[in-house]
């Protein structure tokens, strides 16, 4: 394979987009960010992407960790993709200078807006609306695809950098950092049922059954796969996701979480 893609994704937005890339491409692999981590990830593509979710304006801390465990030559080529709900804040500036302190350059950075998935804020947005946002993504990868095989080198979309230096950098610097501790906040109502879903979905193994009710182990990565795929909706967060409509990309499946 020519590419390969990694990508993290909760809700399946990154997997669904990884997907349509890589058809796009069609010499592309597509690999789960937590099923290469722990290994020793030998890359022998000449063209990387890494597709994320954007968490807090920035990366999620599993796709930074991995970054910095990536072995590359400065020979290949490196883009990122990054989706969002709305304000992707620095996240691709952030990216970009990670992988310039490892001596790469990034050729090009795009940001898609897709179906927000932080339920403690806001609900599933209507259906209508959602397809509107998946159709642009799909015109949007028929036109980066060629850009990618080409190998272009491409202006990187991000936000202007002032507003790195105040708003998100404080997401970044304080907020995200802690962010594997914010488990803290999820908890079951009565609907559970011990199905062990929750267990199953998450992709760092951060959750067990004890008594037949979820535990989670501080090692969270906000993905909140747990929390959209309960199959009772008995999984929370907080005190405002009781009753909020839940999100998962239509185009994805349950056993593209579990297997
Ligand atoms: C913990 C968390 C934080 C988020 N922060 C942001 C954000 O700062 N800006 C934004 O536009 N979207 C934010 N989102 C929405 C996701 O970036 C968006 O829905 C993404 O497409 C989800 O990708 P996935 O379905 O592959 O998991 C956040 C979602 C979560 C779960």
Redesign the pocket.
């Known amino acids: 394979m020519k590419t390969t893609l990694f990508?993290?994704?909760?809700?399946?937005?990154?997997?669904?987009?990884s997907r349509d890339l890589a058809k796009e491409l069609k010499d592309a692999s597509i690999v789960f960010i937590p099923d290469a981590i722990n290994s020793d990830i030998k890359i022998s593509s000449e063209c990387i992407g890494i597709i994320?979710?954007?968490?807090?304006?920035?990366a999620p801390l599993i796709v930074t960790e991995f970054i910095n465990k990536l072995k590359l030559d400065k020979e290949k080529y490196v883009f990122v993709i990054?989706?969002?709900?709305?304000?992707?804040?620095s996240?691709i500036a952030q990216l970009e200078k990670q992988f310039k302190n490892k001596g790469i350059m990034l050729s090009a950075g795009y940001g898609?807006?897709?179906?927000?998935?932080?339920?403690p804020f806001y609900g599933a947005i209507p259906t209508d609306k959602q397809n509107k946002m998946f159709d642009r993504e799909i015109n949007k990868i028929k036109k980066i695809a060629p850009l990618i095989k080409e190998r272009k080198i491409s202006k990187l979309e991000k936000n202007l950098p002032f507003i790195d230096f105040s708003v998100t950098r404080l997401?970044k610097e304080i907020i995200v950092p802690r962010?594997h501790n914010?488990d803290k906040g999820f908890w079951v109502d009565s609907r559970c049922n011990g199905c062990g879903v929750c267990v199953k979905v998450c992709p760092v193994n951060n959750i067990e059954l004890r008594d037949g009710k979820p535990v989670w182990l501080h090692k969270c990565e906000?993905?909140?796969?747990c929390l959209q795929w309960c199959p009772q909706e008995a999984l929370q967060c907080g005190k405002n996701t009781p009753g909020r409509k839940r999100?998962?990309?239509p185009e994805v499946a349950l056993q593209d979480f579990t297997e």
């Open positions: 990508y993290f994704s909760g809700t399946g937005n990154c997997l669904k987009l994320f979710p954007v968490y807090c304006f920035g990054a989706t969002y709900g709305g304000w992707a804040g996240a898609f807006v897709m179906p927000g998935n932080y339920t997401f962010l914010e906000q993905c909140f796969a999100y998962r990309n």
